[in-house]
């Protein structure tokens, strides 16, 4: 069996959402794992402050989980919109939890460059039913540090939730935002699972929504597969949809486990 995975931080809920939702339609991907994404009931915020249901409205995807980080305060949104990660899927979504492996969902949290070390992380899972069994898929937002390579106590947090929650299962897909580059001791430890791109990525930003130059060589969007799973192709275009860059890979599983 075969699927496709697409894996991206959409900036703020999609400040470039004409572009990126004309991107997701023509990926056709049939798993997306998205980060800083927004959900509210509220109709009168702007798309991207309702990612999830302008998403509902605008693509093919039955099936959505949302996990929120923070409840946002934006000058526009006054608290009705949330912001978190997303999981959708043209398969049914089973199950579903979220791991804030570091520090807890809020309402107090305001989103600034300032503050980004006090955002909440998080760790999504849902299990996805698929023709063959179950798809344990996991979405990662991590803790924000400029250094790519420091290995702090939020960082092992982190790295202590992947191990913890994805050893010994069967068909795992992870990916997301880790912030962090791939040469981190964060992920050097993760020994059951590996990276569809390695470190053969100079960097996952867009280099024309950043200013500082140091985003030029970090590659912090990442992907990982259990080995019970095949990559047939994979993909990160340069494309301005985002300030990052999006990983995309055709995946074929086999049907000898089932979660």
Known sequence: MQLKILSLNVEHGGVLMQPLVNFIR???ADILLLQEVHSSSDRSLE????TMQYFAEKLDYTFASFAPQYRDFDNTSSGTSYSGNAILSRMPILETKAHYYHLPYTETYRDSFETAASCPDMLQQ???QTSI???NVFNLHGPWDLNGEHYGDARQKMSDAIITVTTDLPRVIL???TNAKPTNEAFTR????WSV???ELPTTFNMKRKELPGYATAAVDMLWLSPD???????CPSVNISDHLPLIATIRMDTDKTP
Do not use: M, Q, W
């Open 126 to 128: 849902c299990l996805v």
């Open 175 to 177: 990916g997301g935002d």
């Open 197 to 199: 791109f390695g470190d």
């Open 133 to 135: 069994g179950g798809v």
């Open 229 to 235: 799973i095949h990559v047939i192709s994979k993909d």
């Open 190 to 193: 993760i020994a059951h699972l």
């Open 47 to 50: 798309p991207r402050l309702r």
């Open 26 to 28: 023509e990926t056709d």
